[in-house]
């Protein structure tokens, strides 16, 4: 059974870059075929996928989040990382890493961490 946990830090100031990992264990994020995407819920509103990196290392983004967004990996930790640059208050939100056979996740499925609240002061 995979198991993904989120890590960084709760709070971050307005203009600065969110920076968060995904660790994973139980599975390797260069297993054939699995996405590993970020997906945020601001607080009062519904889940938004935010962009992914696939098995073979390729990325996809939400255009939402053109010039900002970044995802990479770090395969030797099984790990991968979610940065997000110039943030607002509005980035403020439970950001959660996820395994999918898709690149993009419209709905929770069984491959999710707990989240991690993320903070952003004005």
């Known amino acids: 059974q995979v198991q993904l946990q989120e890590s960084g830090p709760g709070l971050v100031n307005s203009s600065q870059t969110l920076s968060l990992t995904c660790t994973v264990s139980?599975?390797?994020?260069?297993?054939?075929?699995?996405?590993w995407s970020w997906i945020r819920q601001p607080p009062g509103k519904g889940m938004e996928w935010m962009g992914a990196i696939a098995y073979s290392g390729s990325t996809y983004h939400s255009p939402s989040f053109t010039g900002r967004i970044s995802i990479s990996r770090d395969t030797s930790k099984n790990q991968f990382t979610l940065q997000l640059s110039s943030v607002t208050p509005e980035d403020t939100a439970v950001y959660y890493c996820?395994?999918?056979?898709?690149?993009?996740?419209?709905?929770?499925?069984?491959?999710w961490g707990q989240g991690i609240q993320v903070t952003v002061s004005s």
């Open positions: 139980g599975g390797s994020i260069t297993t054939n075929f699995y996405y």
């Open positions: 996820a395994r999918d056979r898709a690149p993009v996740i419209h709905t929770r499925g069984d491959d």
